[in-house]
């Protein structure tokens, strides 16, 4: 019985543990003792990366818009279209929305 109290003990500590080496805010309790908590996950942090890669994706679409030109980019997408599956969505995920459009006009003085 000890020894299965002592096992669920340091499983709680190495959990606690675990969770504070993940980023630790201090409060102070009830009793006045300053102790550490571990931090909560915001949410945050997921959408920022999404959103960089998404910011990533559309400025690589516009300089290749840029770079290749309006009739061109939509002759290789066609190109694509006609492909296998995986080639189909390449296309779809390529294809000029009004953002990359608007980046490329931007990058396009600067290409040549």
């Not at 915001?42 to 999404?50: D, E, I, T, V, Y």
């Amino acid at each position: 019985m000890a020894h299965a109290d002592f096992e669920k003990r340091r499983r709680r500590i190495l959990r606690r543990h675990r969770r504070l080496s993940r980023g630790a805010e201090p409060y102070i309790d009830s009793t006045g003792l300053v102790t550490y908590r571990p931090r909560r996950a915001g949410l945050f942090a997921p959408l920022r990366g999404l959103l960089l890669i998404a910011v990533g994706f559309i400025g690589f679409k516009g300089l290749v818009l840029a770079h290749l030109g309006a009739p061109l980019y939509e002759e290789r997408l066609d190109l694509l279209r006609g492909g296998t599956v995986v080639e189909q969505a390449g296309a779809w995920a390529m294809q000029a929305d009004p953002a990359s459009v608007w980046v490329a006009a931007r990058i396009a003085p600067y290409i040549d």
